[in-house]
């Protein structure tokens, strides 16, 4: 099935990861352009923000879990010093989980293939509005205790 990108700032994000990933290794411009991206959903699309928010603030409250900035901009969810995750300003949550796992939540459509690795250990998955908060959730716990 493929992705159904619903709004410009997925659009763009979409266009610059698969024609410009090279802008990825210029200092700072990730993390620039991952604000540029909040700010985009902040103004046109704050449910997209709150859930955004509420992912966060749920995961960052569990025991081990510390945050941080990504080195591509978002979020980045740690276990044990181990990435388990990170959200990016658009809404695109990326999950690391065991081949197994990741290959079953697919299959599950719990999550879409890594939006750049596709088959990979790495799943996606888009946080969108409250309803997309519990499955979220879900995955970053398997992520966590895999």
Not at 14 to 24: D, I, P, Y
Not at 53 to 74: D, N, Q, S
Not at 86 to 98: A, E, I, K, M, Q
């Amino acid at each position: 099935m493929p992705v159904v990108l619903r709004n410009p700032v997925e659009r763009v994000f979409n266009r610059a990861v698969r024609h410009a990933r090279w802008l990825g290794r210029v200092p700072v411009l990730p993390q620039f352009a991952d604000a540029l991206a909040q700010v985009a959903v902040a103004l046109t699309d704050p449910a997209r923000l709150r859930a955004m928010r509420t992912v966060e603030r749920t995961v960052a409250a569990w025991p081990g879990v510390t945050c941080g900035l990504h080195r591509f901009g978002g979020v980045e969810f740690r276990v044990a010093g181990r990435e388990i995750a990170h959200l990016h300003g658009c809404g695109l949550l990326d999950v690391r989980l065991g081949r197994d796992q990741a290959r079953q939540c697919v299959a599950a459509g719990r999550a879409e293939p890594h939006h750049v690795f596709g088959d990979s250990v790495w799943v996606s998955h888009w946080v969108r509005t409250g309803n997309d908060i519990p499955s979220a959730v879900e995955l970053l716990a398997l992520a966590r205790d895999s």
